[in-house]
Each structure stands twice: as structure tokens, then as C-alpha cells.
């Protein structure tokens, strides 16, 4: 199983760090998402981490405020949210990629996940 931590209320141009925290399974070797959640929107792919860290991936709407890294040996992926703005409120969620390898133009697909964890709201308002 999946738990994402760390959301809240920010003012806009505030900072958050999310946390997904993994039970039942080790990170080390799979990649993982970030999607998110905003009410009546689909699922929006926010970010993914290769499961070496070496090769990442963001959605253009957060390219440049976020940063998403892990720590195996804690069986932690982490997701660094600067610049917040008010349309990145949305419930948060990390999940399990799939394949080997994340890849461009599949990554930010929700079919291309299994496990994935509970939400944690985040909430950009002055």
C-alpha cells in the first residue's frame, strides 16, 4: 500500500513537500507517480521518478515549481512543491508505475499504475 502525507493550506507562492510512504513492498526498483485531483477534473499526471532517480518527468504546468525525488532506503517518494498557485489545489495522489521504466508520453496515463495510495488535499488560498 501507498500513504501520501504532507498536504494543507498554503497562501500562493507558498511551499508544501508531499510524502508517499510505502508498506507491504520496497521502492527500490519501481518508479512512482504523482497525480492529482481537482473537483469535476479527471486525474492529472503531476510528476514521475525513474526508479533510479535518474530520469524524471512533469506535467507542464509544474515544470520548474516541482521537484520529485525519493529515498529507497526510507521507502520514500517525496514531492517538493514551490510557487504553489491557486489551480494546484487538488487531492494528491502517488502511485506504482507499471512498467520497468517510466516513458514519455505514457507516465501521466493512470492505467499505466497499480497500487496506489490514499489522497492528501492540498489548498492554495490567500
Known amino acids: 500500500q501507498l500513504q501520501a502525507s504532507g498536504g494543507g493550506l498554503v497562501q500562493p507562492g507558498g511551499s508544501l513537500r508531499l510524502s508517499c510512504a510505502a508498506s507491504?513492498?520496497?521502492?527500490?526498483?519501481?518508479?512512482v507517480g504523482w497525480f492529482r485531483q481537482a473537483p469535476g477534473k479527471g486525474r492529472e499526471g503531476v510528476s514521475c521518478?525513474?526508479?533510479?532517480?535518474?530520469?524524471?518527468f512533469y506535467s507542464a504546468s509544474v515544470k520548474g515549481r516541482f521537484t520529485v525525488s525519493r529515498e529507497d532506503a526510507e521507502d520514500t517518494v517525496y514531492l517538493q512543491m514551490n510557487s504553489l498557485k491557486p489551480e494546484d489545489t487538488a487531492t494528491y495522489y502517488c502511485?506504482?508505475?507499471?512498467?520497468?521504466?517510466?516513458?514519455?508520453?505514457?507516465?501521466?496515463?493512470?492505467?499505466?499504475?497499480?497500487?496506489w495510495g490514499q489522497g492528501t488535499q492540498v489548498t492554495v488560498s490567500s
Open positions: 502511485a506504482r508505475y507499471l512498467g520497468l521504466h517510466p516513458i514519455a508520453g505514457l507516465w501521466a496515463t493512470p492505467s499505466q499504475y497499480d497500487t
Open positions: 507491504g513492498f520496497r521502492f527500490a526498483g519501481y518508479a
Open positions: 521518478i525513474s526508479s533510479s532517480g535518474g530520469r524524471n
